[in-house]
Protein backbone atom coordinates (compact mmCIF):
# COMPACT_ATOMS: atom_id res chain seq x y z
CA UNK A 1 0.00 0.00 0.00
CA UNK A 2 1.32 3.83 -0.46
CA UNK A 3 2.63 5.20 2.76
CA UNK A 4 1.91 8.57 1.40
CA UNK A 5 -1.11 10.45 -0.04
CA UNK A 6 -1.60 13.71 -1.75
CA UNK A 7 -4.03 15.97 -1.05
CA UNK A 8 -5.91 17.31 -3.32
CA UNK A 9 -5.83 15.27 -6.12
CA UNK A 10 -5.34 18.15 -8.42
CA UNK A 11 -5.50 21.97 -7.80
CA UNK A 12 -6.17 24.85 -9.80
CA UNK A 13 -4.57 28.38 -9.11
CA UNK A 14 -3.91 31.38 -10.94
CA UNK A 15 -0.55 32.82 -11.53
CA UNK A 16 0.48 34.92 -8.29
CA UNK A 17 -1.32 32.87 -5.58
CA UNK A 18 -0.07 30.32 -3.45
CA UNK A 19 -0.31 26.46 -3.63
CA UNK A 20 -0.70 24.13 -0.82
CA UNK A 21 -0.01 20.38 -1.24
CA UNK A 22 -0.59 17.64 1.78
CA UNK A 23 0.79 14.10 2.48
CA UNK A 24 -0.35 11.91 5.12
CA UNK A 25 1.74 9.21 5.57
CA UNK A 26 0.81 6.12 7.70
CA UNK A 27 3.73 4.43 10.00
CA UNK A 28 7.24 6.17 11.56
CA UNK A 29 9.94 8.09 9.07
CA UNK A 30 13.38 9.00 8.89
CA UNK A 31 13.31 11.83 5.95
CA UNK A 32 10.02 12.73 3.93
CA UNK A 33 10.94 14.40 0.46
CA UNK A 34 8.82 16.43 -2.31
CA UNK A 35 9.90 15.40 -5.95
CA UNK A 36 7.89 17.69 -8.87
CA UNK A 37 6.84 15.82 -12.18
CA UNK A 38 6.48 17.49 -15.37
CA UNK A 39 4.23 16.10 -17.94
CA UNK A 40 6.02 13.30 -19.49
CA UNK A 41 9.52 13.60 -17.47
CA UNK A 42 11.74 12.49 -15.23
CA UNK A 43 10.81 13.43 -11.36
CA UNK A 44 12.88 15.81 -9.94
CA UNK A 45 14.05 16.15 -6.41
CA UNK A 46 12.76 19.39 -4.37
CA UNK A 47 13.54 19.03 -0.61
CA UNK A 48 14.04 16.93 2.04
CA UNK A 49 12.67 17.49 5.58
CA UNK A 50 14.41 15.49 8.41
CA UNK A 51 12.30 13.62 10.84
CA UNK A 52 13.30 16.05 13.28
CA UNK A 53 12.77 19.40 11.47
CA UNK A 54 9.69 20.82 11.55
CA UNK A 55 10.02 23.31 8.62
CA UNK A 56 12.51 24.12 5.51
CA UNK A 57 12.40 26.85 3.02
CA UNK A 58 13.85 26.72 -0.32
CA UNK A 59 13.63 29.82 -2.67
CA UNK A 60 9.54 29.64 -2.78
CA UNK A 61 8.77 26.54 -1.80
CA UNK A 62 7.89 26.17 1.89
CA UNK A 63 7.98 22.54 3.06
CA UNK A 64 6.53 21.56 6.81
CA UNK A 65 6.69 18.45 8.90
CA UNK A 66 4.10 17.17 11.93
CA UNK A 67 5.40 13.93 12.69
CA UNK A 68 2.68 13.63 15.68
CA UNK A 69 -0.12 13.63 12.79
CA UNK A 70 1.78 11.80 10.27
CA UNK A 71 1.29 14.86 7.96
CA UNK A 72 3.34 17.02 5.32
CA UNK A 73 2.54 20.01 3.32
CA UNK A 74 4.25 21.81 0.54
CA UNK A 75 3.54 25.58 0.17
CA UNK A 76 4.42 27.24 -3.26
CA UNK A 77 4.37 31.29 -2.88
CA UNK A 78 4.04 33.13 -6.09
CA UNK A 79 2.74 30.61 -8.56
CA UNK A 80 3.99 30.59 -11.73
CA UNK A 81 2.91 28.91 -14.86
CA UNK A 82 5.79 27.01 -15.14
CA UNK A 83 5.03 25.35 -11.70
CA UNK A 84 2.14 23.62 -13.71
CA UNK A 85 3.08 19.80 -12.59
CA UNK A 86 2.76 17.14 -10.34
CA UNK A 87 3.88 16.73 -7.31
CA UNK A 88 5.04 14.08 -5.24
CA UNK A 89 6.03 13.00 -1.64
CA UNK A 90 8.08 10.47 -0.96
CA UNK A 91 8.87 8.54 2.84
CA UNK A 92 11.56 6.76 4.02
CA UNK A 93 10.50 5.30 7.05
CA UNK A 94 13.86 3.65 8.21
CA UNK A 95 16.80 5.75 9.86
CA UNK A 96 19.39 3.24 8.22
CA UNK A 97 19.40 2.49 4.29
CA UNK A 98 16.09 2.48 2.77
CA UNK A 99 14.02 2.84 -0.31
CA UNK A 100 11.24 5.48 -0.81
CA UNK A 101 7.40 5.01 -0.94
CA UNK A 102 6.04 7.35 -3.17
CA UNK A 103 2.18 8.73 -3.24
CA UNK A 104 0.38 9.15 -6.00
CA UNK A 105 1.03 12.96 -6.07
CA UNK A 106 -0.96 16.07 -6.68
CA UNK A 107 -1.42 17.50 -10.30
CA UNK A 108 -1.15 21.68 -10.19
CA UNK A 109 -2.40 23.81 -12.66
CA UNK A 110 -1.16 27.33 -12.86
CA UNK A 111 -2.80 29.66 -15.36
CA UNK A 112 -1.27 32.87 -16.67
CA UNK B 1 27.39 16.87 -17.79
CA UNK B 2 26.53 14.77 -14.87
CA UNK B 3 23.19 12.90 -15.07
CA UNK B 4 21.21 10.03 -15.70
CA UNK B 5 20.18 8.65 -19.05
CA UNK B 6 17.99 6.05 -20.05
CA UNK B 7 17.10 5.20 -23.64
CA UNK B 8 15.07 4.69 -25.42
CA UNK B 9 12.58 7.10 -25.02
CA UNK B 10 9.89 5.41 -26.23
CA UNK B 11 9.63 1.27 -27.09
CA UNK B 12 7.59 -0.74 -28.95
CA UNK B 13 7.39 -4.55 -28.27
CA UNK B 14 4.94 -7.51 -29.55
CA UNK B 15 3.83 -9.97 -27.09
CA UNK B 16 5.90 -12.28 -26.27
CA UNK B 17 9.04 -10.32 -26.70
CA UNK B 18 11.46 -9.64 -23.95
CA UNK B 19 13.03 -6.13 -24.05
CA UNK B 20 15.61 -4.13 -22.23
CA UNK B 21 15.86 -0.46 -21.29
CA UNK B 22 19.07 1.10 -20.65
CA UNK B 23 19.65 3.33 -17.65
CA UNK B 24 23.36 4.89 -17.20
CA UNK B 25 24.57 7.49 -14.83
CA UNK B 26 27.73 9.43 -14.44
CA UNK B 27 27.10 10.86 -11.21
CA UNK B 28 29.13 8.17 -9.09
CA UNK B 29 25.90 6.70 -7.06
CA UNK B 30 26.27 3.42 -5.33
CA UNK B 31 22.38 2.82 -5.22
CA UNK B 32 20.06 2.47 -8.41
CA UNK B 33 16.56 2.15 -8.67
CA UNK B 34 13.64 1.36 -11.55
CA UNK B 35 10.32 2.07 -11.17
CA UNK B 36 7.22 1.75 -13.22
CA UNK B 37 4.10 4.59 -13.31
CA UNK B 38 1.10 4.41 -14.82
CA UNK B 39 -1.16 7.25 -15.65
CA UNK B 40 -1.96 9.05 -12.96
CA UNK B 41 -0.32 6.87 -10.18
CA UNK B 42 2.86 7.15 -8.12
CA UNK B 43 5.69 5.37 -8.86
CA UNK B 44 6.08 1.84 -7.88
CA UNK B 45 8.98 0.07 -6.99
CA UNK B 46 10.40 -2.98 -9.20
CA UNK B 47 14.09 -3.56 -8.44
CA UNK B 48 16.87 -1.47 -6.85
CA UNK B 49 20.86 -1.85 -6.06
CA UNK B 50 22.95 -0.67 -3.48
CA UNK B 51 26.45 -1.57 -4.85
CA UNK B 52 27.70 -3.65 -7.40
CA UNK B 53 26.82 -6.97 -8.17
CA UNK B 54 24.16 -6.95 -5.82
CA UNK B 55 20.10 -6.01 -6.55
CA UNK B 56 17.07 -6.57 -4.30
CA UNK B 57 13.42 -7.28 -5.37
CA UNK B 58 10.96 -4.23 -5.05
CA UNK B 59 7.15 -4.40 -4.49
CA UNK B 60 6.24 -5.55 -7.96
CA UNK B 61 9.46 -7.47 -9.27
CA UNK B 62 7.49 -10.30 -11.04
CA UNK B 63 8.50 -10.21 -14.59
CA UNK B 64 11.18 -8.28 -14.61
CA UNK B 65 15.13 -9.06 -14.64
CA UNK B 66 17.85 -6.74 -13.57
CA UNK B 67 21.77 -6.85 -13.50
CA UNK B 68 23.95 -4.38 -12.09
CA UNK B 69 27.77 -5.57 -12.97
CA UNK B 70 29.06 -1.92 -13.41
CA UNK B 71 28.46 0.92 -10.92
CA UNK B 72 27.05 3.24 -13.94
CA UNK B 73 24.68 1.01 -15.25
CA UNK B 74 21.08 -1.08 -14.62
CA UNK B 75 19.56 -2.22 -17.59
CA UNK B 76 16.02 -3.23 -16.54
CA UNK B 77 14.62 -6.13 -18.83
CA UNK B 78 11.10 -6.62 -19.30
CA UNK B 79 10.00 -10.23 -19.33
CA UNK B 80 7.36 -12.07 -22.05
CA UNK B 81 6.04 -13.28 -18.58
CA UNK B 82 5.15 -9.85 -17.62
CA UNK B 83 1.53 -9.87 -17.84
CA UNK B 84 0.77 -5.74 -18.39
CA UNK B 85 4.30 -4.05 -19.43
CA UNK B 86 2.78 -1.13 -21.38
CA UNK B 87 3.78 2.06 -18.61
CA UNK B 88 6.05 4.71 -18.20
CA UNK B 89 9.93 3.12 -16.53
CA UNK B 90 11.97 5.51 -14.93
CA UNK B 91 15.26 4.99 -13.26
CA UNK B 92 16.56 6.94 -10.71
CA UNK B 93 20.31 6.91 -8.65
CA UNK B 94 21.50 8.04 -4.79
CA UNK B 95 24.61 8.97 -3.17
CA UNK B 96 23.00 7.53 -0.01
CA UNK B 97 24.25 10.67 1.97
CA UNK B 98 25.92 9.63 5.45
CA UNK B 99 24.97 11.61 9.01
CA UNK B 100 25.91 9.55 10.99
CA UNK B 101 23.67 6.33 11.77
CA UNK B 102 21.34 7.91 9.40
CA UNK B 103 21.34 7.63 5.45
CA UNK B 104 19.64 10.27 3.42
CA UNK B 105 18.69 9.21 0.11
CA UNK B 106 17.28 11.96 -2.04
CA UNK B 107 17.03 10.21 -5.90
CA UNK B 108 18.06 11.90 -8.60
CA UNK B 109 15.76 10.62 -12.01
CA UNK B 110 16.39 9.96 -15.64
CA UNK B 111 14.12 11.51 -18.29
CA UNK B 112 11.81 8.31 -18.80
CA UNK B 113 11.12 5.03 -21.32
CA UNK B 114 7.34 4.64 -22.66
CA UNK B 115 6.68 1.02 -23.13
CA UNK B 116 4.27 0.02 -25.70
CA UNK B 117 2.96 -3.30 -26.41
CA UNK B 118 1.50 -3.63 -29.12
Known amino acids: SQQGEEDPQALSIQEGENATMNCSYK?????LQWYRQNSGRGLVHLILIRSNEREKHSGRLRVTLDTSKKSSSLLITASRAADTASYFCATAPNSGYSTLTFGKGTMLLVSP | DGGITQSPKYLFRKEGQNVTLSCEQNLNHDAMYWYRQDPGQGLRLIYY???????QKGDIAEGYSVSREKKESFPLTVTSAQKNPTAFYLC?????????????????FGPGTRLTVL
Open chain 1, 27 to 31: TSINN
Open chain 2, 92 to 108: ASSPNRRAGLRVYNEQF
Open chain 2, 49 to 55: SQIVNDF
